[in-house]
């Protein structure tokens, strides 16, 4: 008898940015071709890893550091010298240091929630949340551009089996782009997230996010060859 399942059991092992990047790492230490897809990464959640992504840095060179748990853009920051590492890691032990603080006190719990609701309410994202342990990686300085900006391509995939493995990608998709020119990293602009990221929640408070039409009330993106900030993956790659 076939049993169906909506998520297979321990898929969190590839599905968060912390775990990815150590089975991806550890892989890359015995079949490196197959891993040079993805950037060489580091979870900073030890003095030992912190101490191997130092080694490994590069001044000057551009490093982008994202919380394991993070979403929406939340807690990204580029980096080109270590001091900008020093300070990330910083306040991330001050956001845990202050969550441990509240999970173990009744009455800042409830004000935490407080905030948090009042957050969902206003669609905001709270900016004093630990998001987990920080995963440093290599950023692409020359990515591939549509229009002058970054995108990125939401591909859906159905996974029907692991043994055989059995996946069906789906045609359509989504892009998400940016909404400032890309120019290659520097000190003065690391900071721009709408050139550096392609965050849906952060690019649409940009003034130049340009709405994708929606003339039934339906559509996801633009079906039409546009600039829309959201098209379709088709739509994108005869762009490219």
């Known amino acids: 008898k076939e049993l169906y399942f909506n998520r297979f059991p321990d898929m969190q092992h590839i599905c968060a940015k912390a775990n990815l990047t150590l089975c991806v790492e550890r892989l890359r230490k015995t079949h490196p071709k197959h891993c040079e897809w993805y950037p060489r990464s580091w979870v900073l959640g030890s003095k030992e890893e912190i101490e191997s992504f130092k080694e ?28 900008q590492v020093e300070s990330a890691l910083q306040k991330n032990n001050a956001l845990e240091e202050q969550w441990e603080k509240e999970r173990n006190d009744p009455d800042l719990a409830e004000k935490r929630c407080e905030r948090a609701k009042e957050s969902r309410i206003n669609n905001e994202l709270p900016d004093d949340r630990h998001l987990g342990d920080l995963v440093a990686q290599e950023y692409i300085a020359d990515p591939a551009l549509i229009g002058g900006t970054k995108f990125d391509m939401r591909v859906y995939v159905l996974l029907t089996s692991l043994k055989p493995l059995k996946a069906y990608i789906m045609k359509e998709g989504l892009a998400r782009f940016c909404t400032a020119q890309y120019t290659p990293p520097t000190k003065e602009n690391i900071s721009n997230a709408y ?28 079906v039409g060859g546009s600039s829309a900030s959201k098209r379709s993956i088709q739509i994108a790659l005869s762009q490219l």
């Open 56 to 83: 490994a840095f590069v001044p000057g060179k551009s490093y982008i550091l994202k919380p394991d748990g993070g979403l929406q853009g939340m807690g990204i920051s580029i980096v080109m010298d270590w001091a």
């Open 195 to 222: 050139m550096h990221l392609t965050n849906y929640h952060l690019n649409v408070t940009n003034e130049t996010f340009q709405q994708p039409d929606n003339k039934d009330g339906q559509a996801v993106v633009d």
